[in-house]
């Protein structure tokens, strides 16, 4: 019984430690993409302002 028992907990210990090396990784992936979402939003609203220069200059050429 001792036996069984110290391969259960050796083995209980192995899970745990995969746990472990997953979650980190897991961590660092959502980090990841956290700031290529970010990156995105940023460019995305730059575009947007671009845009929108871009469209009041064409109305204002237009009105002349």
Known sequence: IDIRRQGLDDRIAQVDTQISALERRLTSREQTLYNQFYQMEKLVSQ??????????????????
């Open 47 to 64: 575009y947007q302002s671009q845009a929108s220069s871009i469209s009041g200059l064409m109305a204002s050429l237009t009105k002349k």
